[in-house]
Each structure stands twice: as structure tokens, then as C-alpha cells.
């Protein structure tokens, strides 16, 4: 019988008729006995040790990359909160730009309707003026008084549709970017 690899190749390339010898069936070869239940177990136990080593690589670094990444996606959330916030705040500027020039206008133009009004009561001319020039004061002076009146009507108008749209913008256009369930979950590393 071959024991060897060697041996059982020589006996495969044999003739039938050389050597007497019959040509043998093809398969494994022969194995000592004893051996036969002992090298699947070496071999799964290989194999399970190699299986352990292949788990345990790399887990430290991929420990380390998911909390690096874990903090980069929320270094991204905080300024996308940020950049949001510096909007608002441009917006609210803006807004707060016009309605202190309309607060403004509002005041001077409501000093000088004043005026206006004291002329037009106590204002009087000298007696013996012609009554065209008398009339034609009169006109000024209310053409002044509506021009103010509607000075003033414009700058509040003006000032109250400035606050109307800025809390338009910042309800409907320019909301917060607060991160859904789905942006935490897309943080998140598993494995």
C-alpha cells in the first residue's frame, strides 16, 4: 500500500500490465490510521482562531473613526445652526435698518406738521395783505400739512410692512435647520 503522496502518484501512472499490478480507483490518498478524526478538528480549530483574529482586527481604529465621525457630523449640524442663525440676524438687521430710518422720518415729519398746524391757527399776516397772497399762504400751508400728513402715513406703513415681511421671512423662508430623526440615524455607525 502507498503511504506517500509520491508513492500514490507512482501507482495512479502504472499500466495494468506492468508489474502486475492493477490501476488504482482515483480518490484521496490513504490517510495512517488513527489520524482520520483528529485533522478536521485541528483544522476547524484553525480556522475558528483565524475567524477570532479577522473580528478582532482593525476594531480599535474603527472604534476611534465612528466617534471622529460621530463628532464631525455634529460639528456639521452646529454650523449649519450657526450659518442659519447669521442669517436671521442679517435679516432682522435689515428690517431694523428701515424702521429706524421710517422712525425718523416719522418724527421730523411729525415736528413739522406741527409747525404747520401753529402757522395755520396762530400764523397771521399783516392786515392790508392782498387776498391773493392771503390764499395762496393758505394753500401752501395746506399742501404743506398733506404732503407731511402723508409723509407720515407712508413711514408707518412703511415700518409695519418691514416687520410684516421680516416675520415672514423668518417663519416660512429662513427656518432653523433643526436635525430630523434621519440625520441623527445617518450619524450613527453601526457595527
Not at 65 to 71: F, H, I, M, N, W
Request: with cysteine.
Amino acid at each position: 500500500q502507498a503511504g506517500s503522496p509520491a508513492e500514490w502518484s507512482q501507482l495512479q501512472c502504472r499500466s495494468p500490465g506492468q508489474s502486475g499490478a492493477s490501476k488504482v480507483e482515483a480518490g484521496p490518498p490513504p490517510q495512517p490510521e488513527g489520524s482520520a478524526g483528529a485533522m478536521p478538528v485541528i483544522e476547524t480549530a484553525a480556522l475558528l482562531e483565524s475567524a477570532r483574529g479577522v473580528g478582532e482586527y482593525n476594531h480599535e481604529n474603527f472604534l476611534s473613526d465612528k466617534k471622529q465621525r460621530l463628532t464631525a457630523e455634529y460639528k456639521k449640524m452646529d454650523m449649519r445652526l450657526e450659518q442659519a442663525a447669521l442669517w436671521r440676524d442679517d435679516i432682522r438687521y435689515l428690517v431694523s435698518l428701515t424702521e429706524t430710518k421710517m422712525g425718523n422720518y416719522l418724527l421730523v415729519n411729525a415736528l413739522f406738521a406741527a409747525a404747520t398746524v401753529m402757522m395755520f391757527t396762530e400764523g397771521r399776516l399783516e392786515s392790508g395783505t392782498p387776498q391773493w397772497a392771503v390764499w395762496m399762504y393758505i394753500i401752501c400751508l395746506a399742501s404743506t400739512f398733506t404732503f407731511l400728513m402723508c409723509s407720515v402715513i407712508f413711514a408707518l406703513h412703511a415700518s409695519i410692512s418691514a416687520q410684516a415681511f421680516m416675520v415672514r421671512m423668518l417663519t416660512q423662508y429662513q427656518r432653523l435647520p433643526i436635525p430630523t430623526s434621519g440625520d441623527l440615524d445617518r450619524a450613527r455607525t453601526f457595527g
